[in-house]
């Protein structure tokens, strides 16, 4: 999948200049709200006309000076805040709606129910439905457009936590088991972690950065713009097998790490979350310690009280103090030791 985008729009008080490109995947945008997020899905979506640009989806021209596809012919399936289901229809019928002269329609359905695990809700009708069961009847029905591209406007934005908390693995799912790219718009960097593949940054109509979520995270000129103590870095890992303790042997670019809460069968490819306040580093290798985990790595950047570090051919993240920096001697080049508790690392 290859999206382009970029388009001029003035609006009173805003001025939007926005160009970036999206991979596969998940693509974020995120930053503050009024930065221009939900208009650019707009501008993507065909909801609204710039007043200059191009966007170009799988080599089809969106938008230009000369084409403007209407919304209905951009093949892209939108999912809002609220899920705007038609409240007189089942979740069969919401769901079969877009797909309903099209061949091979049923087995789509079927598909789509088994992912999101629509099965028990099918003869209901969206006023019984919790918050979290309307949206994922909402993405149900969009990925049943048949689309080349699905936008998720803030989709849990008026969910509480309970609810996102519901929804969120069966994004994660959608993420992992359907190959289709997703343009994720949020201010919320729980969900950017969790999701997100790329992320596009954006501020008062701009976009300031576009890049893999992991090159982001163990920036860190990038990682505060995500708050500080969520810098650190996404990580690669293989399950290699289970421990008779039950701890689960991961390998990274890195070596071998023990982790606990780790679910999946021998082979499966992990994303694992650090933080970088969770890592202590050392000059020399430490014995004797509770922590599992010792990763050898090399200093490549020194900012502030954040040590960008080399993990094989990955980069991660350790907040230290600056007196720490002086006496350990960190700079580029320096080797030493990340020193990683088994209980701080997160799967995301």
Known sequence: MSLSVAYRHAFPGLALDVAFDAPGGVTALFGPSGCGKSTTISAISGLMRPDAGRIVLNDRVLFDGRTNLSPQDRRIGCVFQDARLFPHMTVAANLRYPSRWRRGAAREMDRVVELLGLGPLLKRRPGTLSGGERQRTAIGRALLSDPALLVMDEPLAALDDSRKAEIMPWLERLRDEVRLPIL????????????????????????????????????????????????????????????????????????????????????????????????????????????????????????????????????????????????????????????????SVLPS
Do not use: F, W
């Not at 920036?219 to 969520?230: C, S």
């Not at 200093?299 to 720490?324: H, I, K, Y």
């Open 184 to 343: 994720y718009v949020s201010h919320s960097v729980p969900e950017v972690l969790r999701l997100a593949t790329t992320v596009v940054l954006m501020e008062k109509g701009r976009v300031t950065h576009a890049g893999p979520l992991t090159d982001i995270l163990s920036d860190p000129d990038l990682a505060p713009r995500l708050g500080t103590r969520e810098a650190g870095a996404l990580i690669r890992a293989r399950i290699e097998g289970r421990e008779p303790d039950g701890m689960t042997r991961v390998m990274t670019a890195g070596g071998p790490m023990l982790l606990q809460g780790i679910e999946g069968s021998v082979g499966t490819v992990l994303r694992l979350r650090v933080l970088a306040h969770e890592i202590i580093l050392s000059r020399d290798a430490p014995t004797g310690l509770s922590a599992l985990n010792i990763l050898p790595t090399t200093v490549t950047r020194v900012d502030g009280g954040l040590v960008q570090l080399a993990l094989g051919d990955e980069r991660m993240l350790a907040q230290v103090t600056p007196r720490s920096i002086e006496v350990l001697d960190l700079k580029p080049g320096t080797a030493c030791y990340a020193i990683v508790k088994s209980v």
